[in-house]
Structure formats: structure tokens, C-alpha cells
């Protein structure tokens, strides 16, 4: 008969079912942790505020290509976008697709822009003043718009961030991404139509349904047998921060160890939809969210990215069952062949304990 008197009850060993997408699901296995090995190394921060060499400091615009678009219009820029000089797609040329057999491709054609997100070299996302950061959460809206109204092929448009050459960053001055593509990406085509098909079945959002249930549901599971607790789910237990019209949550299938997710309060599919007055509000969520995470992890290397509803044939369908929302994904560990292998992400953090250890960073108020 097997020992069980040396198993700690803090351990956690389960798959846990992404309930909106559940392919995506996540074995959350904390004694992982303790095995050796070789985590990411924190990203080197280049803190200077100027680097005469780089092209995105203010005072070397001769280096990139001419702006886009810069905030504001007039005087120093404290946000300028540029075209990408080595673009993953583009609108320079036209290829035909074709197909042969069971292989085809369709024309790359889109846009691949880059925003500088701040003047400063190495200032860093929770540094930023919240006004900057509504600021640039406006440019992002606003070329969004403009890239879907400027031809009708674009179907999606992908605004993310990388921090750090393990996350993809190849210039450390700090920068996001604009891609606009005549596809809509798997994952978030995943997203949209397990939604539609939580609404077709249940009447309501299921991202709304994920925020009523962080903010209001609390349950004790007993064992059948013993009559022992075997677990506790809090109110809040998964809430990171929370502003008046935005909420960060720890996802409970979290894949990456110390992933957040920004959501709108209310029901909003389109990020386009947003109130610029209410950009403040998600400014200040988002940099109090980057300074939980500095605290606890500072140094790590991460990507952030923003999923919108389509903008194909079927956006005003989606309306009602999507929920926009920017996801957090700190690098702090490196996938392993059993990851690639399955499609199965390997959580060695448990969410709960992650979402109360950002919680517990005291913050103080900032610009």
C-alpha cells in the first residue's frame, strides 16, 4: 500500500480545462519547480534615458523610416510610429496565392508597423506616467481604425509587445508592434468561436461570466470520503487589480507562471469601442499590474498582446458573445520538448498563490 505520509498538501498536480478555449488547457504541477534547471536569465535593463546610437531615441528620426503618426502632432514627440524596415508582411508587392495538391498559400500581404512607446530609452511599462500610457493606449486604438478602414482585406489587427531577446525583442529602447493581416489568427478564431458557442448554449458572455465569478463566487470542496477540505476558492482570489472600468485577473489555467489578463469591466467585444476618457482607467490597471509584477519578478522577460474582436463578416455576430482583453505572459521559463510535443502548457506556479503573491506588493501612488 503506498505512503502517502510524506505528500505536502500545498502540491499541486492537475490539468486545468481553459474554459474558453480548452485545447488550451494547462498542467499545473508545482513540485516542477524544485527539479534543476536553467530558468530565462532576467533581461539586462538598459535604464538610460538617451542612446546616441540607438534609432528610436529622440534626435536620430533620420535612422527609421519617416512617421506614421506621432503624440502629439506638434513640439517633441513623446510617441512616434514608424513602418517596420524588416516587415513580416507588407503591401510592397502583390504575389498571387496558389494552390497545388493539398498545398496552398495566400499573398502576405498586411502591415507591420512599430509604435516607440516612449522617448526614454529604458524606461520601463510601470515607470511610464499614466497619462503617457493612455496616451499610447489611444495610438494604439487609433491606428487600429485607421488600418481597417484603409482596405477592407485586413481582417485582423494584432498589437503586442516584446520585452527582452527571449520574448522576441531585438532593440531595447522600448517599443510595441502593430501587425495587420488578411487572416484571422488561429488562437484568437479559437477564442471567438468557443465564446459563440458558450453564448449560443448559455445566453451570456463567458468572459463576463469569468468576471462575475472572480468578484462574487466563493466555494469549499470536501472530500467524499474523509469529509476533509479538499480545496477553498476566495472572492477575489484570482483579482490582481481592479479600477473602476477595468480588472486584472490571474487566469485560473494560467500558462505561463505569472500571466495576468486585463479585461474591461463591462461587456465589450471591440477594442475600438473603448471611451478615450476611459483609457485613464485602464492606463492606471495596466501600470499598477506591470508594478506587482516588477515587484515580484522584476527583471523578466515578457510579452503582452491585445485580442480584439475580428473584423470580418461575422464581427457584428460575434458582438455579443466576445470580450476584448490584453494578456500579460512573463517569460520566466523556457517550453520543453513534453510542451511542444503535446500542445500542453506546464505551470510549476500555482495561480492561486502567484495571484495572492502580486496582490500583497504594496504600491505606491505615482504620476
Given at each position: ?273 473603448v471611451n478615450g476618457e476611459d483609457l485613464a482607467d485602464l492606463a492606471r490597471v495596466m501600470k499598477r499590474t ?16 491585445l485580442h480584439s474582436v475580428p473584423h470580418d463578416s461575422q464581427q457584428q455576430a460575434h458582438a455579443p458573445s ?46
Open positions: 500500500m503506498p505512503d502517502d505520509t510524506h505528500t505536502d498538501p500545498s502540491e499541486v498536480r492537475e490539468i486545468r480545462i481553459n474554459p474558453v478555449v480548452p485545447a488550451e488547457s494547462v498542467l499545473v504541477a508545482t513540485a516542477r519547480s524544485m527539479r534543476p534547471k536553467k530558468a530565462e536569465e532576467l533581461a539586462p535593463r538598459d535604464t538610460r534615458k538617451h542612446v546616441e546610437t540607438c534609432p528610436f531615441c529622440r534626435g536620430n528620426e533620420h535612422k527609421t523610416p519617416p512617421a506614421i503618426l506621432t503624440w502629439p502632432e506638434t513640439g517633441d514627440w513623446q510617441i512616434r510610429m514608424v513602418e517596420n524596415l524588416y516587415p513580416v508582411l507588407g503591401d510592397d508587392r502583390s504575389q498571387a496565392g496558389f494552390a497545388f495538391g493539398l498545398q496552398q498559400t495566400i499573398d502576405g500581404y498586411g502591415r507591420h508597423e512599430v509604435i516607440i512607446d516612449h522617448f526614454e530609452h529604458g524606461i520601463a511599462v510601470h515607470e511610464m506616467a499614466e497619462p503617457h500610457l493612455a496616451a499610447l493606449f489611444g495610438v494604439y486604438q487609433a491606428r487600429m481604425r485607421q488600418l481597417f478602414e484603409s482596405d477592407p482585406r485586413l481582417k485582423y489587427v494584432l498589437v503586442f509587445k516584446n520585452f527582452g531577446p527571449a520574448a522576441g525583442a531585438s532593440i531595447p529602447h522600448t517599443h510595441s508592434q502593430v501587425i495587420a493581416m488578411p487572416v484571422v489568427p488561429e488562437n484568437v478564431d479559437a477564442e471567438v468561436k468557443n465564446s459563440a458557442a458558450h453564448y449560443a448554449k448559455h445566453h451570456h458572455c463567458i468572459f463576463c461570466a469569468l468576471i462575475d465569478e472572480a468578484l462574487t463566487f466563493e466555494a469549499t470542496i470536501y472530500d467524499r470520503v474523509s469529509g476533509a477540505v479538499r480545496r477553498k476558492i476566495n472572492v477575489g482570489q484570482y483579482v490582481v487589480e481592479r479600477g473602476e472600468k477595468f480588472i486584472a485577473i490571474k487566469p485560473f489555467a494560467s500558462r505561463y507562471e505569472w500571466e495576468v489578463h486585463i479585461l474591461p469591466l463591462a461587456h465589450q467585444a471591440d477594442y475600438l469601442d506591470m508594478a506587482r509584477l516588477d515587484a515580484v519578478i522584476g527583471g523578466a522577460q515578457y510579452n503582452f498582446f466576445y470580450h476584448w482583453h490584453l494578456e500579460i505572459c512573463p517569460r520566466t521559463s523556457i517550453p520543453t520538448g513534453f510542451e511542444l510535443g503535446s500542445g500542453l502548457f506546464v505551470n510549476t506556479v500555482n495561480p492561486e498563490q502567484a495571484a495572492e503573491r502580486l496582490r500583497a506588493v504594496e504600491l505606491q501612488d505615482g504620476p
